[in-house]
C-alpha cells in the first residue's frame, strides 16, 4: 500500500517545562530545546510532502505562566527571525495565526518581518499557531460575519477561521503524555486523527513524526460514513 502523507499536520508542543524539571533544570530551558526543534522537524516534514505544518506554540491561556517564562516565549520570535535566511533558502512559507494585540511590539515586528521575508516561497507553509485559541478564532469569524451580514453557516464559519486558507487537518500530534486538544483547530481538526505519546517535545524526534504518520496510515478514514 502506498503511504499516504497528511496534507496538513498539526503539533502540540507540550512537554518543555516538564523535561526541563525531570533534569533538574529550569522551564524556560525546556522551552530553549523545544524551540530549536523547530527548524529540523519542519525541514523534514517538507521533505516527506506535508503541505502545511502547524505548530502550538503559545495559547490564548498561557499568559497565565509566569513572568519570567512568558517573557522568555515572547522572545522566540525574535531568535527565529535572526534564522530566517535558513528559512528562505529552504523555501518554507512562515504564516502567523493567532491574536497580535497582546503581543509586545518587537514581538509583532519580528512575525511581521519573517512572514514578509518568505512569502515568495513556493514550499511548505509553516504555521506558527501563537497567542492561539480556537474559541477565540471562532467567536472572531462570528463577529466579522455578521459585520459583512454573511448567511452562518459551516462554509462561512471556516471561511472567516485565520486558518482558511489551509487544508483542514489531517493528523494532529501531541507529545507530552496528555491527551486532550488544548483550544487547537477545534473545528480544523474535527475529522482529523489524533496521535499522542508520551515523549516529551524536546525529545520529539524525525523518528517520531514518521512513526505517527504510519499510524496515520492504518486508520481507516470513514468520515462518519461506511467505508470497507
Known amino acids: 500500500m502506498e503511504r499516504r502523507v497528511p496534507a496538513h499536520i498539526a503539533i502540540i508542543l507540550d512537554g518543555n517545562g516538564r523535561w526541563a524539571k525531570a533534569r533538574g533544570k529550569i522551564r524556560i530551558e525546556g522551552h530553549t530545546v523545544g524551540y530549536k526543534k523547530i527548524e529540523p ?29 512568558v517573557k522568555f516565549l515572547m522572545n522566540i520570535p525574535i531568535e527565529m527571525e535572526k534564522n530566517i535566511q535558513r528559512y528562505i533558502k529552504n523555501n518554507i512559507v512562515v504564516k502567523v495565526s493567532g491574536r497580535k494585540e497582546k503581543m509586545p511590539k518587537a514581538t509583532l515586528q519580528s512575525f511581521e518581518h ?21 474559541l477565540y478564532d471562532i467567536s472572531e469569524a462570528i463577529k466579522k460575519i455578521k459585520e459583512d451580514d454573511a448567511v452562518i453557516d459551516e462554509n462561512t464559519i471556516y471561511k472567516y477561521l485565520s486558518t482558511s486558507e489551509f487544508p483542514k487537518v489531517d493528523l494532529l ?46 486508520r481507516n478514514r470513514r468520515y462518519g460514513g461506511i467505508k470497507e
Not at 114 to 134: E, H, P, Q, R, W
Request: charged share 25%; hydrophobic share 35%.
Open 114 to 134: 519573517i512572514v514578509d521575508a518568505t512569502k515568495n516561497n513556493t514550499g511548505m507553509v509553516l504555521n506558527i499557531c501563537f497567542d492561539y485559541g480556537s
Open 41 to 69: 522537524i519542519s525541514l523534514y516534514a517538507q521533505s516527506l510532502g506535508v503541505k502545511v505544518l502547524s505548530l502550538y506554540c503559545f495559547s490564548t491561556e498561557n499568559w497565565n505562566r509566569p513572568n519570567l517564562e
Open 173 to 218: 500530534i501531541r507529545p507530552g503524555g496528555e491527551k486532550r486538544l488544548s483550544n487547537y483547530l477545534l473545528l480544523e481538526s474535527a475529522y482529523a486523527e489524533l496521535y499522542f505519546l508520551d515523549k516529551y517535545w524536546p525529545d520529539f524526534s524525525e523518528d517520531d513524526l514518521d512513526k505517527a504518520i504510519d499510524e496515520y496510515n492504518h
